[in-house]
């Protein structure tokens, strides 16, 4: 099975773990349902996916490191969960990522550098979140990085970096400390 689509049901409960055994599986739409839970360390075995939306669910916990180990992944969009925590340094390791949809959830801490590892990377969306630290320069060095929302949810330092290539920028909302932007 390559697709498996069930975006926007009313299905409830925890996610079958029998999903987690699709290795073959390419594309997964299980947006706007009422899913509850967290995702699962074996989220690890989907070797084969590009695309996962999750997105608009009630999911909750730990996002696990093993997230890392998606390397063919494309868009993965988690926004409008309740994952908590940080960031998995392991999603650096997505080296085909393009978009990243981590908005609306309650997601703390640092941002890893290792997501300046991210070189596909085209969008960021890691708004509405409860960020902290120092936003990293390896961000404004991904050279395909053309959208990055980081609004209502940041405290920290603002880098000392000016960059053209962004299309949209969005740091509304946030408690930047920064000396003057080159």
């Known amino acids: 099975m390559a697709c498996r689509n069930l975006h926007e049901n009313s299905l409830g409960g925890e996610l079958p773990t029998f999903l987690w055994t699709l290795s073959e599986m390419k594309y997964m739409y299980l947006s706007k349902n009422n899913f509850i839970g967290s995702v699962p360390p074996q989220i690890g075995n989907l070797k084969n996916i590009q695309i996962l939306y999750l997105?608009?669910?009630?999911?909750?916990?730990?996002?696990?490191?093993?997230?890392?180990?998606?390397?063919?992944?494309?868009?993965?969009?988690?926004?409008?969960n309740n994952f908590i925590g940080s960031l998995p340094s392991e999603i650096g390791n997505m080296k085909n990522l393009q978009v990243l949809y981590l908005s609306r959830n309650k997601f703390e801490g640092e941002i890893s550098n290792s997501l300046g590892n991210l070189t596909k990377l085209r969008r960021l969306y890691l708004g509405f979140n409860n960020l902290s630290g120092d936003l990293p320069n390896s961000i404004f060095n991904v050279p395909t990085l053309e959208i990055m929302y980081l609004n209502n949810n940041f405290y920290g330092g603002l880098p000392n970096k000016k960059s053209d290539k962004f299309l949209i920028i969005n740091l509304a909302n946030n408690q930047f400390s920064t000396q003057d932007i080159e």
């Open 55 to 80: 997105s608009s669910n009630n999911f909750n916990g730990l996002l696990p490191s093993e997230i890392g180990n998606l390397e063919k992944m494309r868009i993965i969009c988690l926004y409008g």
